[in-house]
């Protein structure tokens, strides 16, 4: 099962992360300032991220980031000085963010234990996914309330409906203003939007063709539904997800949907162990998608899953999907 599976079931279990929390999220009385302690500019600050309200006195010092698009998030608004460690990452960070991360200590290759997590005296923990906060490893965000220690979900994992570009504004826009930086979440939406404006302006009266999303699966396709910011991706980007209609981020389909629905564009999410010309062939090989039109005329596009999720490389992914999705689009 891939950390992306793991991910989506998780997702389907919002409840348990979004009772909501004493208001700090740490211990009482954490809350409130020392006697005669002045407030830092712009705090205290209060937000309720997926159900758990939290109050900052001041900007954290001590970031653990989990997944990585919440760590390019942190790096694009230039925190890094901000962290005490990171986890997880799917590939490379940007070229443009390597030198900063470089200097930040990798707590683990995939998900620390709460032991090394702990270890590092996080102040605030920021996973990307909701399996970064998995109660039976101890990284709950309940517990890590206890030990007086704030955290944050993206909120495409506690987001009720479909994900998209107001999401990716408030995750950017929250995370900012956590650190006292509000202006650098500002500048950083405002590219987003202008990048993604110039190429639905060049799409927009193009034929939408249908796309099915290929993450991974043998016995069954695992793919994006309606709920992530992946199918936005796709519409932005001039196409149509013909999983829309899954109710999640990301799900198992049966391979006999896939060819009722006779997408004319596979877009594989490349990422892991399994090689994009490895999910070619699985495809291109199975003797029941031979008629799919997508398959038959080998017809296929790729994205890093890196920018499939709710992180800055919106941007990117639409760009690059846009030019694949329409190559004679000016």
Not at 15 to 44: K, T
Not at 73 to 79: H, V
Not at 80 to 107: E, H, N, W
Not at 300 to 307: A, K
Request: charged share 20%.
């Amino acid at each position: 099962m891939s950390r992306f599976r793991a991910a989506a079931v998780r997702s389907l279990l919002p409840l348990a992360l979004v009772v909501p929390l004493a208001a700090c999220g740490g211990p009482p009385g954490a809350d409130r300032p020392a006697p005669g302690a002045q407030a830092a500019p712009g705090f205290p600050y209060t937000v309720t991220n997926c159900g758990v309200s939290s109050t900052y006195q001041a900007p954290p010092e001590r970031a653990v980031t989990m997944n990585q698009h919440a760590t390019e998030i942190m790096l694009a608004l230039g925190l890094q000085d901000r962290m005490a460690g990171t986890a997880y990452l799917d590939d490379s960070v940007l070229p443009a963010y390597r030198p900063a991360y470089d200097k930040i200590k990798v707590l683990a290759g995939e998900y620390p234990s709460k032991e090394v997590l702990l270890g590092a005296n996080p102040d605030f923990v920021y996973g990307g996914y909701a399996s970064a906060f998995d109660k039976t490893q101890g990284r709950d965000r309940e517990g890590l309330a206890k030990a007086g220690i704030n955290s944050r979900l993206s909120v495409e994992y506690c987001t009720q409906g479909p994900v998209g570009l107001e999401q990716l504004k408030t995750e950017i826009a929250e995370v900012a203003r956590t650190f006292g930086v509000p202006e650098r979440g500002a500048a950083l939406v405002q590219d987003e939007q202008r990048r993604i404006d110039a190429v639905t302006a060049r799409v927009k009266d193009r034929t939408r063709p249908s796309v099915f999303v290929y993450d991974s699966g043998e016995a069954s396709a695992f793919t994006s539904g309606g709920s992530g910011i992946g199918n936005e991706i796709v519409s932005l980007a001039g196409g149509t997800n013909v999983f829309a209609d899954l109710k999640d981020t990301f799900g198992d389909v049966p391979w006999e949907k896939v060819i009722e629905r006779a997408p004319e564009v596979v877009l594989i999410y490349d990422y892991g162990g399994t090689t994009v010309e490895a999910k070619k062939r699985r495809l291109l090989n199975d003797p029941v998608l031979a008629q799919v039109p997508a398959v038959k005329n080998r017809r296929f596009v790729v994205l890093p899953l890196s920018s499939a999720v709710l992180g800055v490389r919106v941007a990117d992914a639409v760009e690059s999907l846009g030019r694949q999705l329409h190559p004679d689009a000016a």
